[in-house]
């Protein structure tokens, strides 16, 4: 997975599906887990992940609890209407900030 540092507080993610996206995953959260390392906030782009399965949610929302509780936030950007109906039949659209491309995405994280 190219993770970009964007700037010293952003990080922006590209996402492929299975099995790249648990591998990517996973390096994602072990560089959110470094220790003495400042939390940034994340773009997790996501234009080319065309399925998700339980395994996928439960590594997003555990990524996402661990920004939440080191004072970052997330933005899942690109959706495709497939991923999008998955994240209405779940209720996840609720829990998640959405943007339509990474430029808003980064745009939104500066504004705040």
Known sequence: MPINEWSDTILIAILHDEPAFSEDMETLMGRLEEPDASLPHVVLNI?????????NIAQLL???????????????????????????ATGLDSVF???????????SLQIQ
């Not at 996402?64 to 209405?88: E, F, H």
């Open 47 to 55: 234009e080319n992940v065309t399925y998700m399965n339980s395994s």
């Open 62 to 88: 555990k990524v996402r609890k661990r920004l939440i509780d080191g004072g970052s936030r997330l933005r899942l950007c690109a959706i495709n209407d497939q991923i999008w109906g998955i994240m209405l």
């Open 97 to 107: 900030d959405f943007t339509e491309d990474v430029s808003t995405a980064i745009a």
